[in-house]
């Protein structure tokens, strides 16, 4: 019998809960035992870990965060700080682990595999920036939470003859702001892979204005370089001929909250329990993910120190499209 460690790390996103129930049910139909990890890697530092039987996981598919617990926890980045977490686990006899999280909490799995514990990792960020998967969990939440506010800020910027400036989170990556962008009809979209000046923006709105546009709408990443301040200087210096009234909002963490989409729901589903299968079949020190529709592994040694790169295509096209 495997004794299984399930935890999530870094920033939370929507359809963690569901990974963990599968990962928790798949594991206990094998009639393995489970343990829950408070607070990520914190957790492991404190043997802050729980049984888990399947009511335990019972009710919290559809809530967004993790029932578990999330941090970020320095101490487990040094070897020291690892070699204490491996310590617990092996006092407890728990021989693997399944790691939910970032970029940054992969790479953590990656060490912990590169130093002899059985890890299998489970993409969840809602900048889908993980190398090895297609999409991770929450991002497609993280976009229609988005599109749902660029959607509802056209309504009022159509009523007033406004431009809306809307930031969304993506430090490095600006996979949100360009997929709801796309999909809210923006004007401009600026991201750290696809950098637009500021002057740019301004010029792009002049235009639109022209053109005889009620409204326009400029997506930014808060990663992206010429950003929101940038822009809003210019405006300041700018504004009677760029023609339109120029509004900010920041989404921030909103993005992150709330309920998780049928589709991170049923890609955690099918994660989690394929981390679970992989264990079983022996596949560890791998990223699990999806890829063209199918389920694949790659090896954690792989995933670290790369990014999923931005699709170019996609900016290109809403280039194109912004008109
Ligand atoms: P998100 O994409 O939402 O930001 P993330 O998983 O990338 O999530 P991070 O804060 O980067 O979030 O990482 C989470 C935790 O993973 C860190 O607090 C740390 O404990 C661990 N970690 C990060 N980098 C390493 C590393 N190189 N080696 C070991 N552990 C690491």
Known sequence: MKRVAVLTSGGDAPGMNAAIRAVTRAALAKDWEVFGVRNGYAGLLADALDPLAA????GIIQRGGTVLGSARCREFAEPAGR?????????????????IGGNGSQSGS??????GFTVVGVPSTIDNDL???DVSIGADTAINVTLEAIDRL???ASSHHRAFVVETMGRNCGYIALMAGIGGGAEVIAIPESEVEASEVAERLRAAYRRGKTHALVVVAEGAKHGVHDLLTLYGEQRASIGFDLRLTRLGHVVRGGVPSAADRLLATRLGAAAVDSLAAGRHGVLVGMQRGEINVTSLSEITGRMRP?????????RVLAK
């Not at 009511?55 to 019972?58: A, E, K, P, Q, Y």
């Not at 006092?91 to 682990?97: G, K, P, S, T, Y």
Request: proline fraction near 0%; charged fraction near 25%; charge should be neutral.
């Open 110 to 115: 990656a060490s912990l595999a590169r130093e």
């Open 131 to 133: 190398y090895g998967t």
């Open 55 to 58: 009511r335990d996981v019972g």
């Open 310 to 318: 931005a699709d170019t295509a996609l900016v290109e096209l809403a």
């Open 83 to 99: 070699a204490k977490a491996l310590a617990h686990l092996a006092a407890r006899n728990v021989d693997a682990l399944v790691v």
């Open 154 to 156: 056209r309504t009022t």
